[in-house]
């Protein structure tokens, strides 16, 4: 399980919960915007029944989307560290210090939701100041979980979340950071996580790009409360170059 070494009673927040919003709707708004000449504008909406080749494409346009917005790109890569498996990596531009750079996707669950089964041997369960946990497995059980969860918040054929995290080809591509790495005395922290919860007047338009759904209906809890999505970001602490792999202030325990 991924702990932050952060007391519980102190909070994680390097920017406003006003600026990681702001970041997250100009972004989105800008994915929206692109027009791939192979996607309809009415299948944005519905990006889960998109052919592989179509998300390949629609992809590969937000990747460019994203240089041109926040003049970085960050994508999946072989890690630095020698043995290190996957990483994330800065493969265009630079990242000023104090940006959003990449998101934690996954399910959702909070006290008494069984996710026990899904814990097994998954070293992508995060675990949020207030014991909120995400799992960002995008394979198996935790895979299937996740798009059940999707399907089921959906309003009508429209999507409230991301549905696509799980492929290789994400259409939100800032949801990769369930595979930023551990920082090491070789690899210092150039990342942090700040927990934010997405508001009530959040774009609707824009949910299907969020990478986070709730096990329990997102829709309302128990008392009928609307239930928050929690979304998880990364924020740089420093500028990062060009080829720099992003490293994270976790540290795993065991459970």
Same mark, same amino acid.
């Given at each position: 399980?991924?702990?932050?070494?952060?007391?519980?009673?102190?909070?994680?927040?390097?920017?406003?919960?006003?600026?990681?919003?702001?970041?997250?709707?100009?972004?989105?708004?800008?994915?929206?915007?692109?027009?791939?000449?192979?996607?309809?504008?009415?299948?944005?909406?519905?990006?889960?029944?998109?052919?592989?080749?179509?998300?390949?494409?629609?992809?590969?346009?937000?990747?460019?989307?994203?240089?041109?917005?926040?003049?970085?790109?960050?994508?999946?890569?072989?890690?630095?560290?020698?043995?290190?498996?996957?990483?994330?990596?800065?493969?265009?531009?630079?990242?000023?210090?104090?940006?959003?750079?990449?998101?934690?996707?996954?399910?959702?669950?909070?006290?008494?939701?069984?996710?026990?089964?899904?814990?097994?041997?998954?070293?992508?369960?995060?675990?949020?100041?207030?014991?909120?946990?995400?799992?960002?497995?995008? $394979?198996? %059980?935790?895979?299937?979980? !996740?798009? #059940?969860?999707? &399907?089921?918040?959906?309003?009508?054929?429209? =999507? +409230?979340?991301?549905?696509?995290?799980?492929?290789?080809?994400?259409?939100?591509?800032?949801?990769?950071?369930?595979?930023?790495?551990?920082?090491?005395?070789?690899?210092?922290?150039?990342?942090?996580?700040?927990?934010?919860?997405?508001?009530?007047?959040?774009?609707?338009?824009?949910? $299907?790009? %969020?990478?986070?759904?709730? !096990?329990? #209906?997102?829709? &309302?809890?128990?008392?009928?409360?609307?239930? =928050? +999505?929690?979304?998880?970001?990364?924020?740089?602490?420093?500028?990062?170059?060009?080829?720099?792999?992003?490293?994270?202030?976790?540290?795993?325990?065991?459970?």
């Amino acid at each position: 399980m991924r702990m932050r070494s952060v007391a519980p009673n102190e909070n994680d927040q390097i920017l406003p919960d006003v600026e990681v919003e702001k970041f997250l709707v100009n972004f989105f708004e800008n994915i929206e915007n692109e027009r791939s000449s192979s996607v309809k504008t009415s299948e944005l909406w519905k990006s889960h029944q998109l052919t592989k080749e179509e998300q390949y494409i629609h992809h590969k346009n937000n990747l460019r989307v994203m240089e041109n917005c926040v003049g970085f790109v960050i994508e999946r890569k072989p890690s630095i560290i020698p043995g290190g498996g996957t990483g994330v990596l800065v493969t265009k531009g630079q990242v000023p210090e104090g940006t959003v750079v990449s998101m934690y996707p996954g399910t959702l669950y909070r006290a008494g939701e069984p996710i026990l089964l899904q814990s097994l041997a998954n070293p992508f369960i995060f675990r949020c100041i207030d014991r909120v946990l995400i799992d960002g497995n995008d $394979k198996n %059980i935790s895979k299937y979980i !996740y798009k #059940s969860c999707g &399907q089921r918040d959906r309003h009508g054929p429209y =999507l +409230t979340c991301d549905l696509t995290w799980v492929t290789q080809n994400p259409v939100n591509p800032l949801a990769v950071g369930q595979y930023v790495n551990n920082q090491s005395k070789q690899f210092p922290a150039n990342v942090a996580y700040q927990e934010f919860d997405i508001p009530m007047e959040f774009p609707f338009h824009l949910r $299907k790009y %969020i990478p986070n759904i709730n !096990y329990t #209906s997102s829709i &309302q809890d128990s008392l009928g409360h609307h239930r =928050l +999505t929690r979304v998880v970001v990364l924020v740089s602490l420093r500028k990062i170059e060009q080829g720099e792999e992003l490293f994270s202030s976790y540290f795993t325990v065991v459970h």
